[in-house]
Structure formats: structure tokens, C-alpha cells
């Protein structure tokens, strides 16, 4: 994981596949605080790089898998409550890319 720090964090393509890398190691993670700091950095990764590049299909559909899955650790009301922030964002991934 500390190679992919390396990387150039001002690229949106690379923020996103970071994020990604990072939710996926989440899962394998036994320490529920390594594993919810994992899915913390992803989101903050997913966040920068809707920002810089919001037209990208893959960037909202991961900003949406990592916001139901950073609002799932706040608990169920956080969780319900950005659930149609999550919608809009898959919404916006079909949008952009049907396949």
C-alpha cells in the first residue's frame, strides 16, 4: 500500500484507483480501526477526485460504494440519510457511461 502513496495525487484517475485499492483492502482487514481509517482515506481520495474530474463515470460510482460505506461507520442515521446522495451518484455513473 505505501507504493501506491507514490503516486501523483493531483491526477484524478490516480485518486480514484487509490480509493478503490484502499476500500478493497478495507475488507481484509481484522481491526475495525485500521479497516474504518482505510475507508476514510479512500473517501477523502473519492472526494478530491470528483472534485477535480466530475465527469468521470468510475469517480461517482466509487464516491458512492465509499459514501455508503464511510456514512455506514457513523451509523444507521448518517447511513439513511446519505442514501440519496449514494443514488444520485450511481444515477450520475449510468449517466455518464450506460455500459
Known amino acids: 500500500m505505501e507504493c501506491l ?7 484524478a484517475e490516480v485518486q480514484w484507483r487509490l480509493g478503490r485499492a ?3 483492502v478495507s475488507g481484509t482487514e481484522s481491526s475495525s480501526s485500521e ?7 479512500a473517501f477523502k481520495n473519492l ?8 465527469k468521470n ?3 461517482h460510482k466509487w464516491y458512492a460504494i465509499l459514501l455508503d460505506a ?11 440519510q446519505q442514501l440519496e446522495n449514494v443514488k444520485k451518484h450511481m444515477i450520475k455513473a449510468i449517466e455518464l457511461n450506460p455500459e
Not at 457513523?74 to 439513511?80: A, L, Q, V
Open 5 to 11: 502513496k507514490a503516486l501523483d495525487l493531483t491526477n
Open 22 to 24: 484502499q476500500f478493497k
Open 35 to 41: 479497516k474504518a481509517d482505510l475507508i476514510r482515506d
Open 47 to 54: 472526494s478530491e477526485a470528483l472534485e477535480k474530474d466530475d
Open 57 to 59: 463515470f468510475a469517480i
Open 70 to 80: 464511510k456514512s455506514n461507520l457513523d451509523g444507521i442515521k448518517p447511513r439513511i
